[in-house]
């Protein structure tokens, strides 16, 4: 995530560079930035189910993390020696397929490494990484860019300039994590579906009616993702319109805004909520995360002042660190032969999230700059009236055993005989005592004796 930061932030000029000479308008590059953002996400939402669900099949998720990094890595520095916008949306397209590959895996590779009591605190370690990286990225890419802006690099094939240099650190960067999980990751081992099915048919049967049961519910908890997904979402894309008009924050102002927010999040993610969901459980912290969410989006339409804007954007980030892992937690563990599968699918959601946020809440913007916020709170609130119910979004059902039919049979049989051998118990004592009680007597006749 911390190349995914590095290139953000450089977007729009690189495609400023790359449209020079070429009459493409100024108008046309802000929708091209749009839309480079938008292919991006896109990516991501059409192929994290599907390198999830291959994850589940394979057995093993290790190659398809270091395959996923690889392809990033190469994908990034694609970008960097893009020489027109069309190169660029190619590259995009790759780096949004290969981090696709990335997210939900290194999840699943998680939640089959660390011990289910220690599940949360894994996952919501790995959200605080990925919070960190997108922190810390634009921090980092504005300090390479001002180096490499006083020393250009020109060569034959390629220009590293202030604006291609963040790519090409990503990309590096991506090499790195490839040659460390390649050389000291251990290998991830699920139990393939297909193998399960052809050896025991009657329990796979069984577990799939389970499943599509389970899928059902699964389906809610993407529902209530996408909802704080869109909100936070919504609410990255119009802040900088919604400061602009009411409160006139500087560029500087606007950095802080969201440095405050990445960096409660990441914190958050990995300190207090972490310890939470181990204590209670996961379903029980949605509510007041929908409900900080909600009144933190509220609380920026009434306030003008720096410091409580920061309070407020700090609420709402703390309301998206408790559902995100949260959520998490709950889908990791409700299908555990569709692991992979299914943190894709979050992540694909999230993606498409990422995708409506800005699309919807920009159009609502024009006809009134508080309509977007309103849209979004009456959302979460909605989802927090919904998860105060437990059942809503657990739907627990008690499960029969995995069991063929003549086993119950075999089991009726074994607790006959245990029963048995329980009402024999007392009579085997009573002789034993009797034994014990003649042998008791015979010592004493010898002993007058």
Same mark, same amino acid.
């Given at each position: 995530?911390?190349?995914?930061?590095?290139?953000?932030?450089?977007?729009?000029?690189?495609?400023?560079?790359?449209?020079?000479?070429?009459?493409?308008?100024?108008?046309?590059?802000? !929708?091209?930035?749009?839309?480079?953002?938008? *292919?991006?996400?896109?990516?991501?939402?059409?192929?994290?189910?599907?390198?999830?669900?291959?994850?589940?099949?394979?057995g093993t998720r290790r190659p398809i993390l270091l395959?996923?990094?690889?392809?990033?890595?190469?994908?990034?520095?694609?970008?960097?020696?893009?020489?027109?916008?069309?190169?660029?949306?190619?590259?995009?397209?790759?780096?949004?397929?290969?981090?696709?590959?990335? !997210?939900?895996?290194?999840s699943a590779y998680i939640v089959d490494a660390v #011990?289910?009591?220690?599940?949360?605190?894994?996952?919501?370690?790995?959200?605080?990484?990925?919070? &960190?990286?997108?922190?810390?990225?634009?921090?980092?890419?504005?300090?390479?860019?001002?180096?490499?802006?006083?020393? #250009?690099?020109?060569?034959?094939?390629?220009?590293?300039?202030?604006?291609?240099?963040?790519?090409? &650190?990503?990309? $590096?960067?991506?090499?790195?994590?490839?040659?460390?999980?390649?050389?000291? !990751?251990? $290998?991830?081992?699920?139990?393939?579906?297909?193998?399960?099915?052809?050896?025991?048919?009657?329990?796979?049967?069984?577990?799939?009616?389970?499943?599509?049961?389970?899928?059902?519910?699964?389906?809610?908890? &993407?529902?209530? $993702?996408?909802?704080?997904?869109?909100?936070?979402?919504?609410?990255?894309?119009?802040?900088?319109?919604?400061?602009?008009? /009411?409160?006139?924050?500087?560029?500087?102002? !606007?950095?802080? /805004?969201?440095?405050?927010?990445?960096?409660?999040?990441? *914190?958050?993610?990995?300190?207090?909520?972490?310890?939470?969901?181990?204590?209670?459980?996961?379903?029980?912290?949605?509510?007041?995360?929908?409900?900080?969410?909600?009144?933190?989006?509220?609380?920026?339409?009434?306030?003008?002042?720096?410091?409580?804007?920061?309070?407020?954007?700090?609420?709402?980030?703390?309301?998206?660190?408790?559902?995100?892992?949260?959520?998490?937690?709950?889908?990791?563990?409700?299908?555990?032969?569709?692991?992979?599968?299914?943190?894709?699918?979050?992540?694909?959601?999230?993606?498409?999230?990422?995708?409506?946020?800005?699309?919807?809440?920009?159009?609502?913007?024009?006809?009134?700059?508080?309509?977007?916020?309103?849209?979004?709170?009456?959302?979460?609130?909605?989802?927090?009236?919904?998860?105060?119910?437990?059942?809503?979004?657990?739907?627990?059902?008690?499960?029969?055993?995995?069991?063929?039919?003549?086993?119950?049979?075999?089991?009726?049989?074994?607790?006959?005989?245990r029963d048995h051998g329980k009402k024999q118990e007392?009579?085997?004592?009573?002789?034993?005592?009797?034994?014990?009680?003649?042998?008791?007597?015979?010592?004493?006749?010898?002993?007058?004796?």
């Amino acid at each position: 995530m911390i190349g995914y930061g590095l290139s953000l932030p450089v977007l729009p000029f690189f495609l400023q560079e790359l449209a020079q000479g070429r009459s493409v308008t100024s108008t046309a590059v802000s !929708l091209h930035v749009g839309s480079i953002t938008a *292919v991006f996400a896109l990516m991501q939402m059409l192929f994290a189910p599907l390198w999830g669900r291959l994850s589940d099949h394979s057995g093993t998720r290790r190659p398809i993390l270091l395959l996923g990094l690889a392809g990033y890595a190469a994908s990034m520095a694609l970008a960097g020696i893009s020489k027109n916008i069309f190169m660029l949306y190619g590259a995009r397209m790759l780096n949004g397929t290969f981090s696709a590959a990335v !997210l939900p895996i290194a999840s699943a590779y998680i939640v089959d490494a660390v #011990p289910e009591k220690h599940r949360a605190r894994g996952l919501a370690w790995h959200g605080t990484a990925v919070g &960190l990286g997108v922190v810390t990225g634009p921090a980092l890419g504005a300090f390479l860019g001002d180096l490499v802006d006083k020393h #250009p690099v020109h060569l034959d094939l390629m220009d590293v300039n202030a604006f291609s240099a963040p790519f090409f &650190l990503a990309s $590096a960067l991506a090499f790195l994590a490839v040659f460390i999980a390649g050389f000291w !990751l251990p $290998a991830s081992t699920t139990v393939k579906i297909n193998e399960f099915s052809r050896s025991k048919p009657y329990q796979a049967a069984t577990a799939n009616s389970a499943i599509d049961s389970g899928s059902k519910v699964v389906v809610v908890w &993407l529902l209530l $993702a996408f909802t704080g997904q869109f909100a936070l979402s919504l609410f990255e894309s119009t802040f900088v319109l919604h400061a602009r008009e /009411v409160m006139s924050f500087s560029i500087r102002q !606007l950095g802080y /805004v969201f440095m405050v927010c990445g960096f409660v999040m990441a *914190v958050a993610q990995g300190t207090v909520v972490a310890g939470i969901i181990e204590r209670y459980s996961p379903e029980k912290i949605l509510p007041p995360g929908f409900l900080c969410m909600g009144g933190g989006l509220m609380a920026l339409m009434v306030t003008r002042e720096m410091n409580l804007v920061l309070v407020s954007v700090g609420v709402l980030a703390i309301g998206m660190a408790t559902i995100t892992p949260g959520i998490a937690v709950l889908i990791s563990g409700r299908e555990t032969s569709r692991i992979g599968r299914n943190l894709g699918l979050l992540t694909g959601t999230n993606s498409l999230g990422q995708i409506i946020g800005p699309l919807l809440g920009s159009m609502l913007f024009v006809y009134n700059i508080h309509l977007p916020y309103l849209l979004a709170a009456g959302a979460l609130f909605a989802a927090a009236a919904y998860c105060f119910f437990p059942y809503n979004i657990t739907h627990k059902k008690k499960l029969e055993p995995l069991l063929p039919p003549d086993a119950d049979k075999d089991n009726e049989g074994d607790q006959a005989g245990r029963d048995h051998g329980k009402k024999q118990e007392p009579h085997d004592e009573r002789i034993v005592s009797d034994k014990m009680a003649h042998q008791d007597k015979d010592a004493g006749r010898n002993q007058k004796q």
